[in-house]
């Protein structure tokens, strides 16, 4: 493995994952032909999903060959976990013109040396919480009541089921990528031998 903190050493396209409180880097060399850095200036602008008024921005560092971005590790301390959009501006230097060239997206996720962070993807918690329910749950548990003019109704036994069976394979497809990026073979890995 590389030295990743070493600015030769940053790969080449934006992160799709990073760790709140990590350092991050990342070149654009595809760029450079269409955009020289002599003439023109590079930003990423990021919010997260839901929005929000907090706006994230990166510049670039122009190099002759590629856009070199860092983010140090105070910056990405203050992203909030979650999926957030990008679009990557470049600017002509001489007439302040704006083109907004590439869209993405990236995930913060939370660094586990925080405090109290649970390093669980949503579909987890949502099918913690769910499969726990239908385990207290009675048979004759009474499924909407009022008072006062007010009324609650609760989701039924297979109402539940239902989103526990789509959170279930939510998960289940987040942990084959996770293994798949680890290297690891899946359930569905296809092994093929050719006599």
Known sequence: MANLFDEANAPEGEPTEIVVGDYISWKRSDLVADYPTASHSAEYVARITGGGSNEIKFSAAERSTYYWFEVDSDTSAAFSPGRYHWQLEITQTSTGNRLVVDRG??????????????????AEIMLNKIESVLENRADGDINSYAIAGRSLTKMTPEELMKWRDAYRQEVTAHRRKMDIKRGKKGRATILARFV
Do not use: G, I, K, W
């Open 105 to 122: 997206e990236f995930t913060a996720v939370v660094d586990l040396d925080e405090n109290q962070s649970d390093p669980r993807t949503h």
